[in-house]
């Protein structure tokens, strides 16, 4: 049992179906035409590329190449970070990366060679599609609970100030604004736990039944990559607060990013 492939006919037939959102946008004087022109074009682009290249690992499977890609994976993360927070890289740009690195690493190893036993953590065919996955969460992690953090900080100054002015450490202080950023980084995450299955089939589980797999197995590896992902998204969210909150903070405990 394989997979049917989509054909260049049917993407078109996706394709068109575009036409009548523009029309929509047209007449509701919507100025999203041009950009979402823009979007599928470079989506096309940046897919064909990405599964072009993804061909070439695979079929070399070396894994020095496959870690090279990987960290590029986590560069782009780092700086999409960085551009979506508005965090000066001067400042933090370190200590995001580490937020990223340290937890993505250890948990791709940890989920490899522990959780599915491969022979080597470093096959091209879990190790780039798993890291992938792991990091994406872990971004959108670290955007959500950085931006709530020191926005939150921002708009409370006056509750920040006044607990350091009765006493507290800076990091008794800064421990509210911690938790609500943790509840907002993983309150998504969670939400899909919960209606997993009975609201939508998630996309690992999908691909693998469509790739031949039977459900069963499928959802065993949608079950652990959900996992991996909560743990993934909770740890990189905590040690990017973390690390930077030690560089975005002056000898006064006055914000200074």
Known sequence: ???????????????ILIIPLMLMNKQLKLSLNKRMVYVIIRMFIQLTLVGLFLQFLFERNDPLLNCAYLTVMIVVAGFSALKSTGLSFSKVGIPIMAAFIIPNIVMIFYFNKIVINLASPFDARYFIPIGGMLMGNSLSGIIVGLNRFYDAIRNDQKTYFYTLALGA??????????KNALIASISPTLASLETIGLVHLPGMMTGQILGGSFPIVAIRYQMAIMLAILVIRYASTLLAIYFTSIRAFNEFDVLDL
Not at 6 to 13: A, C, K, R, S
Not at 169 to 178: F, I, N, Q
Request: charged share 10%; hydrophobic share 50%; proline share 4%.
């Open 1 to 15: 049992m394989g997979t049917t492939q989509i054909t260049y006919m049917g993407l078109f037939l996706l394709l």
């Open 169 to 178: 450490t800076r990091s008794e202080a800064l421990l509210p604004y911690v």
